[in-house]
């Protein structure tokens, strides 16, 4: 793509140094320190509340944070307005005029940067062509898809070349295999510009899919910062192994021989770090033997079928739970409900946390 004849976007980086943010006694973000790498797709990702769209909106100029600094390349930007600071921007509900065709509407910045009408419109032809919707730039946003319209907002925030991409639930108003098509093609389509997007979702799965790294907040503060198999692998608090994927987080404690036991589970044939309070176990490490016998045995209580993989709950002996996944095997059923089933834990394969 070469909207201005000069060659790609090319990315820039960012940097938050201590942000803060209140409203009356609500702390909203909470001594925010984040380095975004130039052209790096990184996703700020939490619950409600997590304050990770109040950074977004800190970034972009639509609020004045309390305290602490921006920049970009270098350059502070706190101090200037939104229009100064060059970057693009991407929101769940599109935003599209419905009074101007499509390639108006991805014009409608360069319009604002003072470019004429006609070189305008045929740079945002350019932008509709890397969208694969080349033939649309006559059509009114009602004629489209909500897959369309997202990708006309997309070109509409790249077409002035901007370093960086922000990116607000962009996909939330999507069915589901519309969202997973569309999260290919954005990362596609941020590869092929060079940009730096910072994204902001609360959805765990869109973060791993997208992401080269991953930012997990909660409550205005930053939990952990890590690529997506650092952040699934080895989650560093109780909150993130939580929040991240399906795990069985069980309490550790000291068993009457003074041996290390998971709580409900079993004994712990490993090397408890001493301030350990939780274990995580993915359920595809757990190995089960229907019928075998093992370190630890329960019994299924529940089967949860999600194509690929059968997910199933099981009833330890010790009285906790555990959730377990097997692939399925071509041909296979599940193994069902009331089956006595063995449990192999792989020391190396339990996570333990903190908190």
Not at 236 to 258: C, H, L, Q, S
């Amino acid at each position: 793509m070469e909207l201005a004849g000069n060659g790609l976007a090319k990315g820039a980086s960012v940097v938050f140094r201590g942000l803060r943010q209140v409203y009356g006694s609500t702390v909203a973000l909470e001594e925010f320190s984040l380095e975004v790498a130039a052209g790096e797709f990184l996703t700020l990702l939490g619950p409600s509340g997590s304050g990770k769209t109040t950074a977004l909106n800190a970034l972009a100029g639509f609020i004045d944070a309390t305290s602490g600094h921006i920049a970009i390349d270098g350059v502070p930007i706190s101090d200037l307005p939104t229009e100064k600071r060059n970057i693009g921007m991407v929101f769940q509900n599109y935003s599209l005029f419905p009074h101007l065709d499509v390639l108006d509407n991805i014009a409608f910045p360069l319009r604002m940067r003072g470019l004429a009408r006609r070189p305008a419109r045929e740079r945002a032809q350019t932008a509709l062509d890397l969208v694969r919707l080349a033939e649309y730039g006559r059509r009114m946003p009602h004629q489209l898809s909500g897959g369309q319209k997202q990708r006309v907002a997309f070109a509409r925030a790249i077409v002035f070349e901007p370093r960086v991409l922000l990116m607000d639930e962009p996909l939330g108003a999507l069915d589901l295999k519309l969202r997973e098509a569309m999260q290919l093609e954005i990362k596609q389509f941020q590869r092929q510009i060079g940009c730096t997007v910072i994204y902001v979702t609360h959805d765990q799965g869109e973060a791993l899919t997208l992401s080269d790294r991953i930012v997990v907040m909660d409550k205005g503060r930053v939990l952990q910062v890590g690529t997506p198999k650092e952040i699934y692998d080895a989650p560093r608090t109780r909150f993130v192994a939580e929040f991240i994927g399906v795990n069985n987080v069980v309490p550790v404690a000291r068993g009457a021989d003074g041996g290390w036991v998971l709580d409900g589970v079993g004994p712990v044939a490993a090397a408890v770090p001493a301030e350990s309070r939780y274990a995580a176990l993915r359920p595809e490490i757990l190995r089960a033997v229907p019928g075998g016998t093992g370190a630890v045995m329960g019994t299924i209580t529940d089967v949860i079928f999600l194509g690929d993989v059968v997910r199933y709950a099981a009833r330890c002996d010790a009285g906790g739970s555990l959730l377990f996944a097997q692939r399925r095997e071509p041909g296979g059923g599940a193994h069902p409900i009331g089956d006595r089933v063995a449990f192999d834990i792989d020391p190396a394969d339990i996570v333990f946390l903190p908190e």
